[in-house]
């Protein structure tokens, strides 16, 4: 392998610029050498801004560039299956963004075609790569190794979200039409609910992504409610349960956080707003009994989009198999089609 990881980018949209392209073009190990776009006036624009030599009008053009190695696909997820399966049947490794998938069958057949070619397929939950996400599991695995806080007995998952963007800047923008996109079908969901699982998928799969990340295990749906745009899920690991709490508030902030609580006390990590850059999650410990003590464990600044970012490069590198691989991501696409299966 050459020196430099050589990436192509596939998509020049909001979040290729605001978050991915910024995290890749800033790491020393790879260089970014081509990116492909539908819209040529976007393309150009962009490509001038980050410095990238290679321009293609589509996906298919850039698959056939030997020099890249590995793609970052940054388009609206109903693209993903498609896109992801044609770049991993051409040898090239590659990163989408979450949720993989619209559905399990799309998502299944991703990674049968990063197991075929013996590629590299990860997923951006960016979450997982937080500095503060990754203390907490840390510190989650030194409480059950101890027993300090006894056995978990309970888990809560709230997003509300909120401001997400926090006046990050404005991308490059143009007049051209936006490419259109395929039907959203789904052989699990019932078709009046399509909409919602929609929104669901596309937000709180970072949440049922996170609790499986600090807690692995078989999860499994116990029930769910939906009234209006507020839905409630109760998923199961072994002996534990969990609430998930899913609705909109049009906050100032970002209304986020995730408890896992234990016999004697709890755990709290309360995730930052997505493009607040080089803010980790802040984490409180509560420890009950003679003398209850409360305390904030401290994460060393860092973006998760960044830290992902390395994190895909080390991987295509090293050959090893990502924290948020496609094997493991698919299985956020399942519990979102049993949740809307109890509905």
Same mark, same amino acid.
């Given at each position: 392998?050459?020196?430099?990881?050589?990436? $192509?980018? @596939?998509?020049?949209?909001?979040?290729?610029?605001?978050?991915?392209?910024?995290?890749?073009?800033?790491? +020393?190990?790879?260089? @970014?050498?081509?990116?492909?776009?539908?819209?040529?006036?976007?393309?150009?624009? *962009?490509?001038?801004?980050?410095?990238?030599?290679?321009?293609?009008?589509?996906?298919?053009?850039?698959?056939?560039?030997?020099?890249?190695?590995?793609? *970052?696909?940054?388009?609206?997820?109903?693209?993903?299956?498609?896109?992801?399966?044609?770049?991993?049947?051409?040898?090239?490794?590659?990163? @989408?963004?979450?949720?993989?998938?619209?559905?399990?069958?799309?998502?299944?057949?991703?990674?049968?075609?990063?197991?075929?070619?013996? $590629?590299?397929?990860?997923?951006?939950?960016?979450?997982?790569?937080?500095? #503060?996400?990754?203390?907490?599991?840390?510190?989650?695995?030194?409480?059950?190794? /101890?027993?300090?806080?006894?056995?978990?007995?309970?888990?809560? *998952?709230?997003?509300?979200?909120?401001?997400?963007?926090?006046? !990050?800047?404005?991308?490059?923008?143009?007049?051209?039409?936006?490419? %259109?996109?395929?039907?959203?079908?789904?052989?699990? @969901?019932?078709?009046?609910?399509?909409?919602?699982?929609?929104?669901?998928?596309? *937000?709180?799969?970072?949440?049922?992504?996170?609790?499986?990340?600090?807690?692995? #295990?078989? &999860?499994?749906?116990?029930?769910?409610?939906?009234?209006? /745009?507020?839905?409630?899920?109760?998923?199961?690991?072994?002996?534990?349960?969990?609430?998930?709490?899913?609705?909109?508030?049009?906050?100032?902030?970002?209304?986020?956080?995730?408890?896992?609580?234990?016999?004697? #006390? &709890?755990?709290?990590?309360?995730?930052?707003? %997505?493009?607040?850059?080089?803010?980790?999650?802040?984490?409180?410990?509560?420890?009950? #009994?003679?003398?209850?003590?409360?305390?904030? %464990?401290?994460?060393?600044?860092?973006?998760?989009?960044?830290?992902?970012?390395?994190?895909?490069?080390?991987? !295509?590198?090293?050959?090893?198999?990502?924290?948020?691989?496609?094997?493991? /991501?698919? +299985?956020?696409?399942?519990?979102?089609?049993?949740?809307?299966?109890?509905?």
């Amino acid at each position: 392998m050459a020196e430099k990881v050589k990436i $192509g980018f @596939v998509g020049a949209g909001f979040m290729s610029q605001m978050a991915h392209l910024p995290s890749f073009t800033e790491i +020393n190990d790879c260089e @970014v050498v081509a990116i492909a776009e539908l819209r040529p006036k976007l393309r150009e624009k *962009v490509a001038d801004k980050y410095r990238i030599p290679k321009r293609y009008s589509s996906h298919k053009e850039l698959a056939e560039d030997e020099e890249v190695e590995a793609v *970052v696909a940054l388009l609206p997820y109903l693209l993903n299956p498609d896109i992801a399966t044609y770049l991993l049947e051409k040898g090239k490794d590659v990163m @989408v963004e979450k949720p993989m998938a619209f559905n399990s069958q799309q998502a299944k057949a991703m990674v049968e075609a990063s197991r075929r070619k013996e $590629g590299i397929l990860m997923i951006g939950y960016m979450k997982r790569y937080d500095p #503060g996400v990754q203390l907490a599991r840390r510190l989650i695995d030194d409480f059950l190794s /101890s027993g300090e806080l006894g056995e978990p007995t309970f888990a809560r *998952v709230h997003i509300f979200g909120g401001d997400w963007i926090c006046n !990050v800047g404005s991308p490059i923008t143009t007049d051209e039409p936006y490419p %259109p996109l395929p039907e959203r079908r789904s052989d699990e @969901v019932p078709p009046e609910l399509l909409p919602m699982y929609d929104e669901f998928i596309n *937000v709180a799969s970072h949440n049922t992504n996170l609790i499986r990340f600090l807690l692995p #295990g078989n &999860w499994k749906v116990e029930g769910a409610f939906l009234k209006d /745009s507020q839905l409630l899920a109760i998923l199961s690991r072994e002996n534990l349960l969990c609430s998930l709490e899913y609705g909109r508030l049009p906050a100032h902030r970002w209304d986020e956080d995730l408890t896992i609580f234990f016999q004697k #006390g &709890w755990i709290k990590i309360e995730t930052p707003p %997505p493009l607040l850059k080089n803010v980790p999650a802040k984490i409180t410990v509560y420890k009950t #009994g003679g003398e209850p003590q409360l305390w904030e %464990p401290i994460a060393p600044w860092g973006w998760g989009f960044k830290k992902q970012a390395e994190h895909f490069v080390a991987c !295509v590198r090293e050959r090893k198999v990502p924290l948020s691989s496609g094997e493991d /991501s698919m +299985n956020d696409i399942l519990l979102a089609e049993e949740i809307f299966k109890k509905i």
